[in-house]
């Protein structure tokens, strides 16, 4: 039997193919079905490995017709973002920097997914090394919002988010520094968690910002990110930033219920400058929560005005330094002509890398250098701790805070790319977990009138993935949000 | 002024590569040599998404480096960022340690001319090695990452030191101490022991500064002597022509015996080092710094007070003490025969290692002569059972057939005779057919007593005891 995969949920798709219902082979050709059909007008994909899929499906279809096990994930089609290093197959981080790089090794996440029985489509777009809002830094393609292709889908992880919008896969693991999952999650209306920071090994992503990058995974629903996490999280030696504890059970939360949560409304993520529709989204799910049983209480989170600043300093100082590995010595690009070592640097990354990483790299230059580092890396940590603290606060009086994703909708394609203050701005609601350290996810909370999802985000408590998916897992299951689909595009 | 009223003031960077087995931040091996990037993973190599896992033993021997020289010991250490550009350099940055490293303070002590000196030091930190450049006849250039990743500790002195000739001392003693902790090999040849010097020169008696300059690229410890000699040299010519001292980086060349300016302080590097995001801070608590307390051999200075104290000369000391495996061997011997220790110190220097190539070999136990065994046939000459003579040949039998002193003297009876009445037999022969010479000797001339002891000698073979000889003549001369 060929299942109709769009808008069904990985969680289905497993199931069916443990049972037999379908085979893995049938889902990944109807994927790559609709990708040949449909992503030349989205771009989620870098690249399909059309036949590394079918070579795993068929294994996993072996398996299950020998009576095997084939793990939780088995035989499911999944995407990755290009930030994640895969043995044998390009792996570009979405910058010319990395054009023909053919990692020797493999990360841990996809290694994961692979081992829990996932079938790997293909890489997705995403901004040059993870940084932008938009997906248009990509070096490639930018990628088109699936709910109106004139918009972007958000960034950095937006092919992660559009391709799970467009039911182009099952699932994906995208990454999130300053909202890198949650925004794009929210502005193409799907699921997308990040994980307390250390919940999932960052051995084989490509570095941005270190202290802030956390790999996690997008859903179309809340247990499927669910299911995805469970099966990516857990303590690996070879990440020593690493949390030593194991996965939760993060689907099983999902379904518990919220009756007696302390559910923090923080003022400050609901300040002028958002857009009218999605405030009125985000109030309408806080009533919803209310309903579930939920008590919703004011909470103060003081520092937030300074989170932009912060984490600006703190990832454009990381990003030099990560960066700085890109020298067209060992792999990547080389630029064809240099005639001393200092040409071969400047050409080679001039050549190679985006305007955005070169924004980035220069303020994180000037941000480290000699003499001042009290006045800006030294005060950003300080003031990170300031904000950790705050939600440390905060949860000692309740159990997850609940608050809008992006303060506005999706917005046009090139709208906002001859301002990167303004884009940087759009990040208001989303850097601060991320400096914390803390868990957040994103999922639909209803649309505009012009028909563009709206994201309600749900923080908990470091290690407290499970409260965060008991708050989103009521909240779905109370809306039907979740259940809408975009349209193919012609 | 003239230059004679100058001093110069020397502070060394000693590199000390560690052995451990792998490298400081990923499994490869840290091993010397090898093809050309053979020892390499993604981590040593920079690959994208690859991540620093520390090793712990790098962290233990240079917590038992830091205690040997009486460091403080920070209970909770982190590494940070250094950045710069250079085709050896993976990841665009090195792993060191800046504001906080594992040890801080303590000092160096070793003998110069038999007096004590001690070096202070700054700090020890650690960190990783870069990979090597290699540049082709053809100007096509190559990098093997084998040493990228291998651990290094950084041992920064204070400015104590104040001659080309102390420097090296000190560096000799900075690699007789990795040695002994078994901690490095300390090879110079190979790398694992690398030094850059900062030198400046002040009138004597000031107490501020000079300008200083920082010698690279001496991996000798007669580099070491030449390249602080000249550059003392340098900086006195210039003050003497009233020039000033550059601030500067300079590259020694050994080959033309002088050095050439790398680059300027203003072209000087801003590593921009931060707090390493990858790494945890490392914490050292009081149960590891106790096992590696425990763990501590003698160092060389404790053993140098202690062998003088046995009376034996500063000479034999230096050598017993130069190379832990000797001083290992002979306080094994010396707890074998306890009363003879500078017999045995002889019987070591003079023997032993004139058969060794290497002090290493003393510790195989294969070493055709054990400690014991070499304690034993020292017994046997002090007893009188053999003569110095006879012990050495059983030593050169010992050496060759590994076997022990005692049984060849019973097996081949070559022990000495010490039969009284054999003896004095022979002793009477020699008298009675030397009437000339006894009345000379008894006339006054006691030299000729060797005469008489030479021919019992030869009338028993050379087997006689001397001792016995000696007595005996006396009597039968007196």
Redesign the interface.
């Known amino acids: 039997m060929t299942p109709e995969v769009r808008g069904l949920p990985l969680v289905a798709q497993a199931e069916g193919v443990a049972r037999g219902t379908w085979k893995s082979r049938d889902l990944v050709e109807a994927y790559l079905d609709r990708i040949a059909r449909l992503d030349k007008r989205i771009g989620a994909f870098l690249l399909v490995d059309a036949e590394g899929a079918r070579r795993a499906a068929d294994s996993i279809d072996r398996k299950v017709a020998a009576g095997e096990a084939v793990g939780p994930l088995g035989g499911v089609p999944v995407g990755l973002k290009d930030i994640f290093v895969t043995r044998g197959i390009e792996t570009t981080a979405g910058s010319k920097i990395l054009k023909g790089f053919i990692p020797p090794y493999e990360s841990t996440a996809t290694a994961r997914l692979a081992a829990a029985g996932a079938v790997r489509l293909g890489k997705l777009n995403m901004d040059e090394f993870a940084m932008g809002s938009s997906n248009e830094n990509s070096a490639f393609f930018p990628v088109h919002n699936p709910w109106d292709l004139g918009r972007v889908p958000g960034g950095s992880s937006g092919g992660a988010a559009a391709a799970v919008a467009a039911s182009l896969c099952a699932g994906t693991l995208g990454t999130d520094t300053g909202g890198s999952i949650r925004q794009p999650a929210a502005l193409c209306g799907v699921v997308g968690i990040k994980p307390t920071y250390g919940r999932v090994s960052r051995y084989g992503v490509i570095a941005f910002a270190s202290s802030l990058d956390h790999p996690g995974p997008f859903g179309r629903t809340v247990e499927d990110a669910a299911a995805l996490l469970e099966v990516v999280a857990g303590h690996d030696p070879m990440d020593s930033t690493s949390i030593p504890q194991p996965a939760g059970r993060y689907r099983a939360a999902s379904k518990t219920g919220i009756a007696g949560m302390r559910l923090g409304v923080p003022k400050e993520y609901f300040q002028a400058g958002m857009d009218p529709e999605v405030e009125a989204a985000v109030r309408a799910a806080l009533d919803e929560l209310g309903r579930a049983g939920a008590t919703l209480l004011p909470v103060s989170l003081p520092h937030t005005e300074y989170a932009i600043a912060t984490y600006y300093l703190i990832c454009t100082a990381g990003a030099s330094s990560n960066l700085a590995r890109y020298d067209g010595v060992r792999y990547g690009h080389r630029t064809a002509e240099a005639h001393s070592l200092e040409e071969l640097y400047g050409k080679t990354r001039g050549e190679g890398f985006g305007a955005e990483p070169k924004r980035r790299i220069v303020l994180g230059t000037y941000v480290l250098r000699a003499g001042y580092y009290e006045a800006y890396y030294g005060k950003a940590l300080r003031v990170r701790r300031l904000i950790a603290n705050d939600f440390a606060a905060a949860f000692a009086e309740v159990d997850a805070l609940v608050a809008p994703v992006s303060p506005t909708p999706a917005f046009k394609l090139g709208e906002r790319l001859s301002d990167p203050l303004q884009m940087y701005l759009g990040d208001i609601y989303t850097v601060a977990p991320p400096l914390a350290g803390v868990p957040a996810l994103s999922q639909c909370c209803g649309f505009t009138k012009s028909g563009l999802p709206i994201g309600l985000q749900t923080i908990g408590p470091a290690l407290g993935e499970e409260a965060v998916f008991r708050v989103a897992g009521a909240y779905e299951a109370r809306t039907d949000w979740h259940r809408r689909l975009p349209e193919d595009p012609a | 002024m003239s230059t004679l009223d100058y001093e110069a003031v020397i502070g060394l960077e000693v590199h000390v590569q560690l052995a451990t087995r792998s490298k400081i931040f990923s499994v490869s091996s840290a091993e010397f040599g090898g093809e050309p990037n053979q020892h390499t993973d ?1 981590v040593c ?10 090793n712990r033993q790098a962290v233990d021997m240079t917590v038992r480096l830091g205690l040997a020289v009486k460091s403080h010991i920070r209970p909770r250490c982190r590494f940070a ?1 250094k ?1 710069y ?1 250079y ?1 050896d350099l ?4 090195q792993i060191s340690q800046y504001d906080e490293p594992l040890c801080e303070g303590g000092a160096v002590t070793f003998r110069l001319d038999g007096e004590v000196r001690q070096v202070r030091l700054t700090r020890i930190h650690m960190e990783d090695d870069a990979g090597k450049n290699i540049h082709d006849s053809s100007g096509v250039s190559f ?1 093997d990452f084998n040493r990228a990743g291998v651990p290094l500790c950084e041992i920064v002195s204070e400015p104590d030191l104040r001659s080309a000739e102390e420097a090296a001392e000190y560096l000799r003693a900075v690699r007789t101490l990795v040695r002994y902790l078994g901690i490095s090999d300390g090879n110079m040849e190979e790398g694992s022991l690398r030094c850059d010097a900062n030198v400046s020169i002040r009138p004597r008696g000031a107490s501020r500064l000079g300008t200083k300059t920082e010698l690279k690229n001496i991996n000798s410890f007669k580099h070491v002597r030449d390249a602080i000699e000249h550059e003392i040299a340098r900086q006195k010519a210039l003050v003497g022509r009233g020039e000033a001292v550059v601030q500067e980086t300079r590259l020694w060349d050994p080959d033309r015996g002088m050095s050439a300016p790398m680059r300027s302080k203003e072209e000087a590097h ?5 707090p390493e ?4 801070p490392v914490v050292v608590d009081e149960a590891w710094l106790a096992a590696a307390r425990v763990a501590l051999p003698e160092l060389p200075e404790a053993r140098h007070a202690r062998l003088l104290g046995l009376g034996l000369s500063a000479q034999d000391v230096s050598v017993l003490v130069a190379e832990r495996p000797i001083g290992d061997y002979f306080d094994r011997a010396l707890a074998a025969a306890p009363a003879h220790p500078k017999k045995l110190a002889n019987w070591l220097i003079n023997e032993v290692l004139g058969r060794v190539a290497d002090a290493r070999q003393l510790v195989d136990p294969d070493v055709p002569v054990p400690p014991a065994a070499l304690a034993e046939l020292v017994e046997l000459v002090e007893q009188g059972t053999l003569s110095g003579k006879l012990g050495k040949e059983v030593f050169a039998r010992m050496w060759q057939e590994r076997r022990r002193a005692g049984e060849i003297v019973a097996a081949e009876s070559v022990s000495l005779v010490s039969d009284t009445a054999v003896i004095e037999e022979a002793c009477r022969r020699v008298v009675e057919r030397s009437p000339d010479e006894v009345a000379r000797y008894r006339g006054g001339n006691a030299k000729l007593m060797g005469f008489f002891v030479g021919n019992v000698m030869k009338e028993t073979g050379g087997k006689a005891n001397p001792k016995l000889v000696n007595e005996i003549l006396r009597k039968l001369l007196a």
């Open positions: 993604p190599l920079g690959l994208p998404g690859a991540l620093p896992v520390l960022r950045h550009f085709p993976p990841k665009g940055f990098v801003d590593y921009r080092y931060f995001p990858d790494l945890p």
